[in-house]
């Protein structure tokens, strides 16, 4: 079991010069502990006006990278999620300059604990009755860039900080070998995220990974992830229409948040609820100029706290 918890298993950009923390052949299996996001930094005594100390460096550290003998530029790595366990605890975070509706919304930090498979917050004023499954997933998974370095957010087409919810146990991701061994890393482990992760972060939480990895020789040009989603029943979906996509889902964000503001939920809860069980997806994109933008909640998880539609 490789321990992310230990800074030297950790690296903090995406460059070719990082040194390998372990060596694998093709098909080898392997287990991990990953922190979460923060890297340890927030925890659960933490207030809002905690989130001035952190240190936002250490965001989206990723544990490796992992050498994959026999792996070389042009191949392409599959990464197999034999199982995942999210940590007990987590957090979710509105936070200045940060996410699609930056600038909105004063910074808010909160907590979630894990009871019976469900998501609840710490805070029983905010979000009161609702109950988000656990569906943990990984947030990062990449390979080394051929050359250059880069910062841990912003994904790449080696992979990196993609937040796929797709990346779940029994899926499969491809990716890309610009570099001899691949140098495979993990990282940002989430309880729940919707599509789109609106306020820039889900249920944030630690986790411990099986992962089998397999080399390919074809070429991959970006990520690809095969895997499966079951989404219940009805939603609530809220447009977004306009000749920009950014601005369109903008706007569905905030006819979502005006919608439950008619349900008593405050703004700051309904922006979070979208980042962690919301789904923002395209619905029109061919009839120009105008494009069409859902962002869409499951039903289930608001009737469960008493909001009915």
């Given amino acids: 079991m490789i321990d992310g918890n230990l800074r030297e298993n950790l690296h903090f950009k995406w460059s070719p010069h990082n040194s390998e923390i372990l060596r694998i052949r093709d098909g080898d299996r392997v287990k991990l502990k990953i922190p979460d996001s923060s890297i340890n930094q927030i925890h659960g005594n933490m207030k809002t006006e905690d989130l001035a100390n952190i240190d936002s460096y250490l965001f989206d550290g990723a544990v490796g990278p992992i050498y994959v003998e026999g792996s070389k530029p042009g191949d392409s790595i599959s990464v197999e999620i034999i199982d995942i366990k999210s940590g007990s605890s987590g957090w979710s975070a509105i936070i200045k300059d940060f996410g699609l509706l930056k600038n909105i919304f004063p910074e808010k930090l909160i907590m979630w604990k894990k009871i019976d498979d469900y998501w609840i917050c710490t805070d029983h004023k905010f979000l009161s009755g609702i109950k988000i499954p656990d569906e943990p997933f990984l947030g990062v998974i990449g390979t080394s860039p051929g050359s250059g370095e880069y910062g841990m957010i912003p994904p790449q087409n080696f992979g990196g900080n993609m937040d796929n919810r797709m990346a779940r146990k029994g899926s499969k991701i491809v990716l890309p070998v610009l570099k001899e061994g691949a140098m495979l890393s993990f990282g940002d482990p989430h309880g729940h995220q919707g599509d789109g992760e609106v306020c820039g972060t889900a249920i944030e939480t630690s986790a411990e990974i099986e992962v089998r990895i397999g080399l390919l020789k074809e070429k991959y040009e970006m990520p690809v992830v095969i895997g499966q989603i079951q989404d ?78």
Avoid: Q
Wanted: negative net charge.
């Fill in 232 to 309: 219940s029943g009805r939603r609530v979906c809220a447009s977004g229409i306009g000749n920009d996509l950014y601005g369109a889902s903008r706007d569905a964000v905030l006819s979502m948040i005006h919608i439950l503001e008619g349900k008593n939920l405050t703004p700051e809860e309904s922006y979070i609820l979208m980042s962690v069980a919301g789904n923002l997806s395209i619905r029109e994109i061919v009839d120009e100029p105008n494009f069409v933008v859902n962002m869409c909640l499951d039903l289930s998880i608001l009737e469960r706290a008493g909001i009915y539609f």
